[in-house]
């Protein structure tokens, strides 16, 4: 048993402050395990919260276990107080390295046998004679009724049991430290703690019916009912949720009060971004249009713009960007582009190039008449860039020249010195956090840019709240009208792998192009998967020798990536063999089908990117979801079920957002969180997928409390400030730049 050498100082504040966050003072034999757990304080100690509780309130005789046991039905667990009769000395199983120990406990009532594998210790801790309780599964063997491997606590002569007789607590062990000595550690814990702090005031708790702190945090550990542990829970879920809110709000109010932004003009109708929509080949739809009056509201502002667009693949997200970035080109500010990879970069800046000629004339036409011409000024920096381009593009930035910047996150990050930068634009980012914020802060000459993300992860609001909370969200749903849907199928095996070539094939003679999809670029021993590579060789060998077959990997130099990209896009070749390289961004409308080779190792927001490669255009598009997995094998095997399931899933539904649910729920929040890298304080027991409503009700608390106390300032409000910046690192919060 663990001796505690010295309980925490009486009514401290727990969960308060970082500063004052009490180390746990706990000696013997669980120190060691418990600071290698990460439980460095009372705080951390108190937040180790249970998986599950066990009651273990009821005691029952060995005749009643035998008539529950005898009446039929599963009698799970159960508990006696029983004396040991016998113990056998422990023995070998034969052709095994297992060991088993035979003994017989009984009471006044009966006897039953007991039995323990691997455990040869218990034959010197129940000698016969000794008194303990019992706990554990009751089972039937060969007939004879029998406690399989029970937990026991010894009685000893005037001491209480500690864990007979209450609801305890089940802790996830590690190999150090049981849950057993943790229960203990805990217990020792919370009866030397005289009474948790309360950050939320007296009349918010009442508002939302929680029962405070102190009574929470004692019941998630030791209830006296199994029941109360639900509201338990409530409380603290509520707590990591509006702390969480706080930070957020907080942070992205107070960037909008102290931070000097440039307020651009609202376009007006022959304004650079207007006349951009008007010579637009196609009609806005409405949520890119409600994108576009957001974003022309929010660079209006004297503060800089936090936006986020999450739009659906193929939502038209480039047009949204265009439209920020030729606000600020039209007031006389330079426009940052970022993307996540130099193919894409490249794209874009064909793209963009393409809608500016068509809205301004050709770009050649300026140079002619550079005096009249409005078209702006676009370069494209990628690390392919040759270094004596580079140097003239970067002095071209300097100098207030170039209108327009794309590039990689090399923009960021190198020496490039814009001569008033207005706006910057982050494509298919997932990991875009607080730092490069700041980066981009320092690029800012006179005020700081606005910044636009955009990302095609589709995660439902309330999420979004809860990951980017600091971020407006516009988002965009709807799909351009006279999209034709993809046609998703999945062929298991090799006959259905055939018929997926004859259609491409077929498609290829109709003049259209096709992309085939591998998990793996190179060949791998340890698995067998088909590989880009290897298959790009034998596809063109074997099965397509007449036509064209094309091959893209992350690992290609970028100007033979961009060459293969380039003969895909002009139709030089009908066939692009590729890594998910082209899962973000790739625009080829002509392309009409997808072979996805074993994409059961795609998880289903990916599979659904990458499906978005296709179906940009005006033909009828086809998806192939191929798998070598037997799936008739689906009823017997778990994750043959579970991969059959992900792929219906996805052949079933083309909505990104229910499908970033899905895969949510199966992978778990931890990377959602993970990928907006610092400055998110963890969730521990809150779950973004089925606390929707608590979000919702924190979010809103935390502006109204903000609302009346800016600052959090007030005396009812001090508490909670503290903790909020427990909770969030501390230059996350604190937005202004020095110097
Ligand atoms: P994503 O949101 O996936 O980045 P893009 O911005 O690349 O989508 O747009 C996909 C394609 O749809 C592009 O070819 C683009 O020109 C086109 N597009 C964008 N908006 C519309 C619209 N309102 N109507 C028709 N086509 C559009
Ligand atoms: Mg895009």
């Not at 046998?113 to 008194?131: M, Y």
């Not at 490039?416 to 494509?427: I, P, Q, S, T, Y």
């Not at 980066?439 to 980017?468: F, N, Q, S």
């Not at 106390?709 to 508490?719: C, S, T």
């Given at each position: 048993?663990?001796?505690?050498?010295?309980?925490?100082?009486?009514?401290?504040?727990?969960?308060?402050?970082?500063?004052?966050?009490?180390?746990?003072?706990?000696?013997?034999?669980?120190?060691?395990p418990?600071?290698?757990?990460?439980?460095?304080?009372?705080?951390?100690?108190?937040?180790?919260?249970?998986?599950?509780?066990?009651?273990r309130t009821?005691?029952?005789?060995v005749?009643?276990?035998?008539?529950?046991?005898?009446?039929?039905?599963?009698?799970?667990?159960?508990?006696?107080?029983a004396?040991?009769?016998?113990?056998?000395?422990?023995?070998?199983?034969?052709?095994?390295k297992?060991?088993?120990?035979?003994?017989?406990?009984?009471?006044?009532?009966?006897?039953?046998?007991?039995?323990?594998?691997?455990?040869?210790?218990?034959?010197?801790?129940?000698?016969?004679?000794?008194?303990?309780?019992?706990?554990?599964?009751?089972?039937?063997?060969?007939?004879s009724?029998?406690?399989?491997?029970?937990?026991?606590?010894?009685?000893?002569?005037?001491s209480?049991?500690?864990?007979?007789?209450?609801?305890?607590?089940?802790?996830?062990?590690?190999?150090d430290?049981?849950?057993?000595?943790?229960r203990?550690?805990?217990?020792?814990?919370?009866?030397?703690v005289?009474?948790?702090?309360?950050?939320?005031?007296?009349?918010?708790?009442?508002?939302?019916?929680?029962?405070?702190?102190d009574?929470?945090?004692?019941i998630?550990?030791?209830?006296?009912?199994?029941?109360?542990?639900?509201?338990?829970?409530?409380?603290?879920?509520?707590d990591?949720l509006?702390?969480?809110?706080?930070?957020?709000?907080?942070?992205?109010?107070?960037?909008?009060?102290?931070?000097?932004?440039?307020?651009h003009?609202?376009?007006?109708?022959d304004?650079?971004a207007?006349?951009?929509?008007?010579?637009?080949?196609?009609?806005?739809?409405?949520?890119?249009?409600?994108?576009i009056?957001?974003?022309?509201?929010?660079?209006?502002?004297?503060?800089?713009?936090?936006?986020?667009?999450?739009?659906?693949?193929?939502?038209?997200?480039?047009?949204?960007?265009?439209?920020?970035?030729?606000?600020?080109?039209?007031?006389?500010?330079?426009?940052?582009?970022m993307?996540?990879?130099?193919?894409?970069?490249?794209?874009?800046?064909?793209?963009?190039?393409?809608?500016?000629?068509?809205?301004?004339?050709?770009?050649e036409?300026?140079?002619l008449?550079?005096?009249v011409?409005?078209?702006?000024?676009?370069?494209?920096?990628?690390g392919?860039?040759?270094?004596?381009?580079?140097?003239?593009?970067?002095?071209e930035?300097?100098?207030?020249?170039?209108?327009?910047?794309?590039?990689?996150?090399?923009?960021?990050q190198?020496g490039?010195?814009?001569?008033?930068l207005?706006?910057?634009?982050?494509?298919?980012?997932?990991?875009?956090?607080v730092?490069?914020?700041?980066?981009?802060?320092?690029?800012?000459?006179?005020?700081?840019?606005?910044?636009?993300?955009?990302?095609?992860?589709?995660?439902?609001?309330?999420?979004?709240?809860t990951v980017?909370?600091?971020?407006?969200?516009?988002?965009?749903?709807?799909?351009?009208?006279?999209?034709?849907?993809?046609?998703?199928?999945?062929?298991?095996?090799?006959?259905?792998?055939e018929?997926?070539?004859?259609?491409?094939?077929?498609q290829?003679?109709?003049?259209?192009?096709?992309?085939?999809?591998?998990?793996?670029?190179?060949?791998?021993d340890?698995?067998?998967?088909?590989?880009?590579?290897?298959?790009?060789?034998?596809?063109?060998?074997?099965?397509?020798?007449?036509?064209?077959?094309?091959?893209?990997?992350?690992?290609m130099?970028?100007?033979?990536?961009?060459?293969?990209?380039?003969?895909?896009?002009d139709?030089?070749?009908?066939?692009?063999?590729?890594?998910?390289v082209?899962?973000?961004?790739?625009?080829?409308?002509?392309?009409?089908?997808?072979?996805?080779?074993?994409?059961?190792?795609?998880?289903?927001?990916?599979?659904?990117?990458?499906?978005?490669?296709?179906?940009?255009?005006?033909?009828a598009?086809?998806?192939?979801?191929?798998?070598?997995?037997?799936?008739?094998?689906?009823?017997?095997?778990?994750?043959?079920?579970?991969?059959?399931?992900?792929?219906t899933?996805?052949?079933?539904?083309?909505?990104g957002?229910?499908?970033?649910?899905?895969?949510?729920?199966?992978?778990?929040?931890?990377?959602?969180?993970?990928?907006?890298?610092?400055?998110?304080p963890?969730?521990?027991?809150?779950?973004?997928l089925?606390?929707?409503?608590?979000?919702?009700?924190?979010?809103?608390?935390?502006?109204?409390?903000?609302?009346?106390?800016?600052?959090?300032?007030?005396?009812?409000?001090?508490?909670?400030?503290?903790?909020?910046?427990?909770?969030?690192?501390?230059?996350?919060?604190?937005?202004?730049?020095?110097?």
């Amino acid at each position: 048993m663990q001796e505690v050498v010295a309980g925490p100082p009486k009514g401290l504040e727990l969960f308060a402050s970082s500063r004052r966050k009490e180390p746990l003072r706990i000696g013997g034999r669980a120190a060691g395990p418990l600071k290698k757990m990460g439980l460095a304080t009372v705080q951390d100690l108190l937040q180790h919260y249970p998986r599950r509780h066990v009651d273990r309130t009821q005691l029952r005789t060995v005749q009643e276990l035998k008539q529950a046991a005898f009446s039929g039905g599963d009698v799970g667990e159960v508990q006696v107080h029983a004396r040991v009769l016998k113990i056998d000395a422990p023995f070998k199983i034969r052709n095994t390295k297992r060991t088993m120990l035979k003994g017989r406990i009984g009471d006044e009532t009966g006897a039953i046998a007991v039995t323990w594998f691997n455990q040869d210790w218990v034959a010197r801790a129940l000698r016969p004679g000794v008194e303990a309780f019992f706990y554990g599964r009751l089972g039937d063997y060969r007939g004879s009724l029998q406690m399989t491997a029970p937990r026991f606590e010894l009685i000893k002569d005037g001491s209480e049991p500690f864990n007979v007789g209450r609801i305890i607590p089940i802790y996830p062990a590690t190999a150090d430290l049981s849950s057993d000595q943790l229960r203990r550690v805990m217990w020792e814990t919370l009866a030397s703690v005289e009474q948790i702090m309360d950050p939320l005031p007296d009349g918010t708790r009442a508002r939302f019916r929680l029962m405070s702190r102190d009574q929470a945090v004692r019941i998630i550990h030791f209830p006296e009912a199994k029941e109360d542990v639900l509201a338990a829970r409530r409380r603290l879920v509520f707590d990591e949720l509006f702390t969480l809110q706080l930070g957020l709000v907080y942070r992205k109010r107070k960037l909008e009060r102290t931070v000097q932004g440039i307020a651009h003009p609202r376009p007006e109708a022959d304004s650079l971004a207007e006349v951009f929509v008007a010579q637009l080949p196609f009609e806005l739809t409405g949520d890119q249009r409600r994108a576009i009056d957001e974003v022309a509201g929010d660079m209006n502002m004297t503060y800089p713009m936090h936006r986020l667009v999450e739009g659906e693949v193929g939502s038209g997200k480039t047009v949204v960007a265009m439209y920020a970035c030729l606000i600020a080109i039209g007031g006389g500010r330079q426009a940052a582009f970022m993307a996540p990879t130099e193919v894409l970069a490249e794209q874009h800046h064909l793209t963009v190039r393409e809608l500016l000629d068509r809205a301004f004339g050709p770009d050649e036409a300026r140079d002619l008449f550079a005096s009249v011409s409005r078209r702006p000024v676009v370069r494209l920096l990628t690390g392919s860039t040759t270094a004596q381009d580079k140097q003239r593009i970067l002095e071209e930035v300097a100098a207030g020249e170039v209108d327009m910047l794309l590039g990689t996150h090399a923009l960021i990050q190198e020496g490039v010195e814009f001569k008033h930068l207005g706006v910057a634009v982050v494509d298919e980012q997932h990991r875009f956090g607080v730092h490069q914020r700041k980066r981009l802060r320092e690029k800012g000459v006179t005020g700081e840019p606005d910044i636009l993300v955009m990302t095609a992860t589709a995660i439902p609001r309330t999420l979004a709240v809860t990951v980017y909370g600091d971020l407006d969200l516009s988002i965009l749903r709807e799909l351009p009208k006279g999209r034709r849907p993809i046609t998703t199928s999945i062929a298991a095996g090799e006959e259905q792998r055939e018929q997926a070539y004859e259609l491409i094939r077929a498609q290829v003679r109709q003049g259209r192009q096709a992309f085939i999809v591998y998990a793996l670029r190179d060949e791998s021993d340890k698995v067998e998967l088909r590989s880009a590579k290897g298959e790009a060789a034998r596809l063109a060998a074997e099965i397509f020798p007449d036509l064209a077959v094309g091959l893209v990997h992350g690992d290609m130099r970028s100007v033979d990536k961009e060459e293969e990209m380039t003969a895909f896009r002009d139709g030089k070749t009908d066939i692009l063999v590729a890594t998910t390289v082209i899962e973000v961004g790739v625009d080829v409308p002509n392309a009409t089908v997808m072979l996805i080779e074993d994409a059961e190792r795609f998880g289903l927001a990916q599979l659904h990117q990458l499906r978005g490669r296709i179906g940009r255009g005006e033909h009828a598009s086809y998806c192939i979801l191929s798998t070598d997995l037997d799936l008739a094998l689906a009823g017997q095997e778990d994750n043959v079920a579970a991969a059959h399931k992900r792929l219906t899933t996805v052949a079933e539904s083309a909505d990104g957002f229910r499908l970033a649910e899905v895969d949510l729920e199966q992978r778990g929040e931890g990377q959602l969180f993970g990928a907006r890298q610092s400055g998110m304080p963890e969730l521990k027991l809150a779950r973004v997928l089925h606390h929707r409503e608590e979000i919702a009700a924190a979010r809103s608390l935390a502006e109204e409390v903000l609302d009346a106390d800016p600052e959090l300032r007030a005396y009812e409000h001090m508490a909670l400030a503290r903790e909020m910046r427990d909770r969030f690192p501390e230059e996350s919060l604190d937005v202004v730049q020095s110097g």
